[in-house]
Structure formats: C-alpha cells, structure tokens
C-alpha cells in the first residue's frame, strides 16, 4: 500500500468529518482532492509535508482544515458545516508539484483509493 484513506461516511448538513490518509511514499506534497458524479476532480487541500503551509479551494475555505502528523505518516482533512454539494468521493494524493499548481490533479503521481462522503 501507498496511501490508504479513512472516515468517510453519512453526513447531515451542518455536520463535520474528519478524513485520514496513512501514506508509504516519499514526496514533497500532501493533497486531498475530491469527485462528484459527472463533475471533474477538485483540489480541496494541500499541505508541504514537515511544513506549515496549507492551501485550499475557495469552495471550502474557513470549513475544511488539513494538517499532518509526520511521526505517524498521517494527512487529516477536518471537514465542518458541511454542506450537499460537498458529497464526493474524497481522495488522497501525494506527489511534487510546484505551489501554483498545488491543487492540481496532474501534479499528483500516488492516490488512494477513495472516501465516499455524502451529505443528505
């Protein structure tokens, strides 16, 4: 395994979540991305691995909050007031890309599996 996520789930509006990802690789980048049925994959969150950095989408700024333990080679994505047009599947992602491209899919060379998250 590379990268494995965790805590996805049944939502109602207003609720939180918290996603994890345990990942094996060595990269410079952190990312969760998400998808929704016949929509494109979305940059949600990104962080530099060891560092402080985080970036997010406009679309979940002030609601979802990534952070990291590097001890435990663990990536968090804590999701609050979540809303419906947050249902996806949630991904993990690792990879090296340059930080105006941070949440770019194709940036990305390792994924999980997926998360579903739905709100209703």
């Known amino acids: 395994w590379q990268l494995v996520e965790s805590g996805g789930g049944p939502v109602q509006p207003g609720g939180s979540l918290r996603l994890s990802c345990v990942y094996s690789v060595s990269v410079y980048c952190m990312a969760w991305f998400r998808q929704a049925p016949g929509k494109e994959r979305e940059g949600v969150a990104a962080?530099?691995?060891?560092?402080?950095?985080?970036y997010y989408a406009d679309s979940v700024k002030g609601r979802f909050t990534i952070s990291q333990d590097n001890a435990k080679n663990m990536v968090y994505l804590q999701m609050d007031s979540l809303k419906p047009e947050d249902t996806a599947m949630y991904y993990c992602?690792?990879?090296?890309?340059?930080?105006?491209?941070?949440?770019?899919?194709?940036?990305?060379?390792?994924w999980g599996q997926g998360t579903q998250v739905t709100v209703s």
């Open positions: 992602a690792a990879g090296d890309p340059i930080e105006m491209r941070v949440l770019n899919s194709e940036e990305y060379n390792y």
């Open positions: 962080t530099h691995i060891g560092g402080s950095n985080a």
